[in-house]
């Protein structure tokens, strides 16, 4: 048994009442009480399926069109893509993730001058 005043002690000394914080005197919160509503009735809304059982609703996607123009790349993807090329050449036995690490390290390590697209 450790000694008395130890760190490792275990609770207070043999015979001496436990020692309550002002927590552990209070009695616990009342919390109001919420009426329940009926069934289909609330502020969140649902599908009623067979039997009375509630479905979450689907999100409808919107189709997309094939023949809408897309986005310019950034100037981040411009810089990654000539970069890219340069590293694969000097060191073929790189891994993909490695390369994007070190791309990533010198983008961080660029001036917003520097990070700007150009013609």
């Known amino acids: 048994m450790p000694p008395m005043g130890s760190p490792f002690a275990a609770g207070p000394p043999m015979g001496a009442a436990p020692q309550l914080n002002v927590k552990q005197m209070m009695p ?30 689907k999100r409808v996607k919107r189709p997309r069109d094939p023949d809408a123009p897309k986005r310019p790349p950034s100037s981040y993807l411009l ?24 791309i990533s390290q010198r983008w961080a390590g660029m001036s917003p001058e520097e990070k700007e697209v150009r013609p």
Request: glycine share 8%; net charge positive.
């Open 28 to 57: 616990p919160p009342q919390l109001p009480v919420v009426p329940v509503q009926p069934n289909g009735v609330g502020k969140r809304k649902a599908d009623h399926g067979q039997e009375g059982e509630v479905t979450k609703r």
């Open 79 to 102: 810089f990654q893509n000539e970069v890219r090329q340069a590293m694969k050449r000097a060191n073929p036995a790189m891994a993909n993730h490695e390369i994007l690490t070190n």
